[in-house]
């Protein structure tokens, strides 16, 4: 059986099969964001692996919204640490 792991972009923490998202990650998306996931979830999509294509449109949803929230705090950071360069070490 392979681990199943969080569905962000670039984080492999394992999950449970049921969850989408570790801890984190998951209560960093909004709240209408985590309830289409759960709407549209299915008990027993993740054995027969047939979610549907309104699951997968949320989930899709979800990981883009995560990806563009990262991106947007890393630049965020980046532009800090280019004003204060003295705070960062370098
Ligand atoms: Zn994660």
Request: proline share 7%; hydrophobic share 35%; with cysteine.
């Amino acid at each position: 059986m392979t681990v199943h792991t969080c569905h962000a972009v670039g984080c492999n923490e394992p999950v449970d099969a049921k969850l989408f998202m570790c801890k984190p990650h998951w209560f960093t998306l909004p709240s209408n964001i985590r309830e289409a996931v759960w709407h549209h979830y299915r008990p027993g999509q993740e054995k027969d692996k047939r979610p549907t294509l309104e699951y997968l449109g949320a989930a899709r949803r979800a990981t883009t919204w995560l990806e563009a929230f990262r991106q947007k705090k890393l630049r965020e950071w980046q532009q800090h640490a280019d004003q204060n360069p003295t705070l960062f070490g370098f």
